[in-house]
Each structure stands twice: as structure tokens, then as C-alpha cells.
């Protein structure tokens, strides 16, 4: 892998995890200064490198140099006199280890997660200040996450770091009770990690498997640990594996979508898809159906490759039910192309124009694939509305083939 292709994707992988480390070490009050550190690491690595060339182990290198800037830190300022010197005599040579080692940063960042999701701040809070530090989020990303404007992002992250400090949130494990009020808002966010590295519209990309297998990491390291091992964190990791499993047959070499009906299934991947079975079953185990255990089920039914009524009856089933649990425009589309399956392409207009997402380019999208064979002009014209609404090129040009394939259908 080359520097310019490198760097990016170590700030994915390892970014949040020095900081986790060191916000740790220094505190809740002091995550601005462990963010700088590592932002400063990084902009090193990107300088040093271009004119070095890479060094034998790049990320050795970036914990290394975090760790020196860190203990550098420490000795400089207040909280080394307060917390670190205290009982040394001057004269007396100050040896400082930071703990890196796997056990020590898996544990950091999964107590991080629980400090940054503390209750004195709102769900939105919560769910950004994670996006933005356990998963390294653009305030861009986190803004289209959110469906609202930088500006509010950065008042909001600002906001909520500022009432951690003043309510010295400690990173560590909260009790039991604590926990389990809290993991709904990991939960959402590392589902909005996978969602977004799943189905991009950040950035002019449709896939981004980077984003996908952190948030698998980030929720493996939940169902391994006893005290967040939940029916809700197994179900959300079988979903995950589930939408992974068909990652290969998702889109082209061209990086261009492939629909579901048209994908390869000998491109599947049958071992995910195998984990993805285990920990559905291990997220049976409760009294609570929660969201992730109905989409999960309903990405189990996309993993059997047949297109019988009794599969999409299941599904159609599957998304009533989802929408009780917590109703969503987008479920509410997908419901409908399943209902088109079950039962008829024109129940399924029916019931996508009830929902009236007039600025959503998916559902002109749908409503465009309904109506073909049925009005194609009509087909053409929500199509058409999709392809101007459209962010990314992969969403565009499969518009744009739809388009020219029913205009050349003679239909």
C-alpha cells in the first residue's frame, strides 16, 4: 500500500484507538489534548514519510511517536505535576510507561464509548461525539449522518465535550445499571458506522469496507466482553455480517452498484454468512425483540438466493413488524419493494406514494423501477427526478442504464 493510500487508512484504524488510550491516561477533561497529539502524529507520519519513505512498521511508528508526544505532554504541563510527579525527588530520572498493549486498548475504547455516551448529554450528542472520536468521523459525515449543517455539528460537539469535563465523566465502566441505559446509544452508533461504510453518501464512493469491518470490530469487542454481551449487541453484530457477507458481489470492477436481483451468489461470502447465523441465535436469548434482531432477520432472508413468494412474504412480515418497533421513511420504502414481491407491483405504488419522499432520490428510484412495464413514461419520469437528486456517481449511473434500458425496451 502506498503513503497516500496508507496514512488515510491508519487514521481509520488506529486513530481512535491512541486517542482512547490517551484520554484514558489523561482524562475526560484533557480529550482535546490527546485529539492534537494524535493529529499531530498523523501530520508527521504524512511529512516524514512523503520524504523518508515508509518505515518498516508504520504503525509501530505512529504509536511510538503518540507515546513520546504524550509523555512529552505530561512532563511539561499541570497534570504531570499533579497527577504523575507528586513524591519524586527532582533529582531523580523520570521513567513513564503508557500501557499499549491490545488488552489495554480494547479496553479503553470500549470504556470510552460508555464515558462518551454518558446520559448528562442528549442522544444526538452522544451518538456524534462517538461518530467523531471512536470512529473518526468528519464533522461532513456527521452532519449528513444527522441530516443538518457543519456549523451545528461543531456547536454540538463543542458543547458536549465541555459537559463531560464539567461533569468529570471518568472513562471507565460504569455499574451494570449504567450500562445497559447506555448501550443503546453505542448500539446506534456502530450501527450508523456500518450503515454508512455500507451505503456511503458522504463521500463519491458506494462502498467503504473500512467503515464496515471497524464496526464489526468495535461490536465484536461488546459480545466478547460479559458485561455488554446483550441479546440487542448480538443481534446488531449478525446483521452486520449478514449485509458483509455480500460485499464482493455488491458492486462491479468499476466500483458501479449491481442490483441484488443480479448479483453473483458464488461471490458471497458462505463463512460470514455462517456468523451471521451463530450470533442470531446467540441474540435469541432474551425477552426484548429489539430493531437489529428483526433487520438482521430480514438480511439473513437477502442471504437466500431465491425469489419465491414464501422468502418475501417473510420479509414483507419481518418489515411491519419493524416499523411498529421504530418507524422509519426508509424501512417504510424498503417495506414496499418487499410487498411488490409478495404480492403486486401495483399494491406496492400505492402504498411508496403514500410516503411521499418527494426529495429522497431512493424513492423515485423505486417508484421508477415499480412502473416500468406498467407506465414507462411515468417509470422515466421519477427516474429522471432520481438521477438530479442523486449524490453519488454509482447511484447516477445506475439511474442513467435504467433510463436508457427502458427507453430502448420499445415498451
Known sequence: ???????????????????????????????????DIVSDTFLLAAETWGLKGLPKNPTAWLYTVSKNKAIDFLRREKVFNEKIKSGIQPQEKVEMEIDLSNKNINDSQLQMMFAICHPCNPAEAQIG??????????????????????????KRLARAKEKLRNEKVKIEFPVQSEISKRLETVLTTLYLLFSEGYYSTSQNVTLRKDLCVEAMRLNLMLVENDQTDTPSANALLSLMCFHASR??????KNGEIILYEEQDENLWDKKLIEKGE????????GKKISKYH????????????????????????????????EYSPIAALNRTYALSKANSKGEAIVEAEKLKL???HLYHSLLGNLYQ???????????????????????????????????????
Not at 468528519?138 to 449543517?149: H, K, L, M, P, S
Not at 433487520?295 to 416499523?323: F, M
Open 1 to 35: 500500500m502506498q503513503e497516500q493510500e496508507l496514512i488515510p487508512h491508519l487514521f481509520r484504524t488506529e486513530y481512535r484507538k491512541i486517542i482512547s488510550v490517551l484520554s484514558k491516561l489523561f482524562g475526560i477533561e484533557y480529550i482535546e489534548i490527546a485529539e
Open 129 to 154: 461525539l462517538s461518530l467523531s472520536i471512536l470512529c473518526g468521523f468528519g464533522v461532513e459525515e456527521i452532519a449528513d449522518a444527522f441530516i443538518t449543517n457543519k456549523e451545528t455539528i461543531y
Open 247 to 252: 460485499f464482493e458481489a455488491r458492486t462491479n
Open 278 to 285: 451463530y450470533y442470531l441465535n446467540r441474540s435469541s436469548t
Open 294 to 325: 428483526v433487520e438482521a432477520a430480514i438480511a439473513y432472508w437477502h442471504t437466500q438466493k431465491n425469489d419465491s413468494v414464501e422468502k418475501w412474504e417473510n420479509i414483507l412480515q419481518l418489515y411491519n413488524k419493524l416499523l411498529q418497533i
Open 358 to 360: 418527494d426529495t429522497n
Open 373 to 411: 412495464e406498467i407506465d414507462n413514461e411515468k417509470a422515466i419520469h421519477h427516474l429522471q427526478i432520481a438521477l438530479a437528486l442523486a449524490k453519488t456517481n454509482a447511484d447516477k449511473t445506475i439511474i442513467a442504464n435504467t433510463i436508457t434500458r427502458i427507453n430502448s425496451s420499445g415498451f
